[in-house]
């Protein structure tokens, strides 16, 4: 990261590793990280890739508490949840997480998890870890039921509200949807939430983000991850004050 120092990200939910990462892109511009998936099926292929960050097979716990939680396959990679399921998984809190890489600052935390993101996010205590940025995925429901709860939970830990990244749209290949002018394409949708940590950037002399990205939908497929209206490209822009 151009302008901090030793970055670092927490990716919770990160599937198989590459495939529409939030965290690639960063960790080929050399930063440091945390790779959380509870599916054993994704976490094998995730360890395929040879990612540098350090990987967990297992989840963020919703209490202060280390146990075992039923994987929910039904409800997709990043899911754990206290019912039935075919796999028990192992899920800590995430500031013992970070403990155990002996970290305490988080420059970017990506949360996908299919459900219980408002619960994780009660559960952490953010006087013991330092995030900068939160990108909450809300396609799983929780726009709808849990949008103004999350809120209150942000705001109360010091975390400024600047909304959604609209993505960019048009049916074609995912080399034309990044490559496409954006007055050629059109909104799709919104499902990327995100929650910046106004005294984070003051810090460090950084601008505070005002409001979300724009990106193109399909542009996480590409061959390469360095498109700066791929996710991974806006969070490095955002984070690093220096698109590619």
């Given at each position: 990261?151009?302008?901090?120092?030793?970055?670092?990200?927490?990716?919770?939910?990160?599937?198989?590793?590459?495939?529409?990462?939030?965290?690639?892109?960063?960790?080929?511009?050399?930063?440091?990280?945390?790779?959380?998936?509870?599916?054993?099926?994704?976490?094998?292929?995730?360890?395929?890739?040879?990612?540098k960050?350090?990987?967990?097979?297992?989840?963020?716990?919703?209490?202060?508490?280390?146990?075992?939680?039923?994987?929910?396959?039904?409800?997709?990679?990043?899911?754990?949840?206290?019912?039935?399921?075919?796999?028990?998984?192992?899920?800590?809190?995430v500031?013992?997480?970070?403990?155990?890489?002996?970290?305490?600052?988080v420059?970017?935390?990506?949360?996908?998890?299919?459900?219980?993101?408002?619960?994780?996010?009660?559960?952490?205590?953010?006087?013991?870890?330092?995030?900068?940025?939160?990108?909450i995925?809300?396609?799983?429901g929780?726009f709808?039921?849990?949008?103004?709860?999350?809120?209150?939970?942000?705001?109360?830990?010091?975390?400024?509200?600047?909304?959604?990244?609209?993505?960019?749209?048009?049916?074609?290949?995912?080399?034309?949807?990044?490559?496409?002018?954006?007055e050629?394409?059109?909104?799709?949708?919104?499902?990327?939430?995100?929650?910046?940590?106004?005294?984070?950037?003051?810090?460090?002399?950084?601008?505070?983000?005002?409001?979300?990205?724009?990106k193109g939908?399909?542009?996480?497929?590409?061959?390469?991850?360095?498109d700066?209206?791929?996710?991974?490209?806006?969070?490095?822009?955002?984070?690093?004050?220096?698109?590619?």
């Amino acid at each position: 990261g151009d302008d901090l120092e030793n970055p670092f990200f927490l990716e919770s939910g990160a599937a198989k590793g590459e495939f529409g990462s939030n965290t690639v892109l960063l960790e080929k511009k050399g930063w440091e990280g945390m790779l959380v998936e509870p599916s054993p099926d994704a976490f094998d292929e995730l360890l395929s890739k040879n990612r540098k960050a350090f990987a967990f097979n297992g989840g963020i716990s919703t209490d202060e508490c280390s146990r075992l939680m039923h994987f929910n396959t039904e409800r997709g990679q990043g899911s754990v949840v206290d019912s039935t399921g075919a796999t028990l998984v192992q899920v800590e809190p995430v500031h013992s997480l970070l403990e155990a890489v002996g970290r305490k600052t988080v420059d970017l935390w990506s949360l996908d998890v299919e459900g219980p993101e408002l619960a994780i996010l009660k559960a952490t205590d953010f006087t013991k870890i330092e995030v900068g940025v939160m990108l909450i995925e809300m396609n799983s429901g929780w726009f709808w039921s849990d949008k103004k709860s999350i809120q209150n939970v942000m705001t109360a830990a010091g975390f400024i509200d600047i909304g959604t990244s609209k993505y960019r749209y048009k049916w074609g290949s995912a080399l034309e949807s990044i490559l496409l002018l954006p007055e050629r394409c059109r909104v799709w949708s919104d499902l990327d939430h995100y929650f910046v940590n106004a005294e984070y950037f003051k810090q460090r002399e950084l601008p505070i983000p005002t409001s979300a990205p724009w990106k193109g939908m399909n542009s996480y497929r590409s061959r390469t991850f360095g498109d700066p209206r791929s996710l991974s490209g806006v969070l490095y822009c955002c984070l690093t004050n220096s698109c590619i």
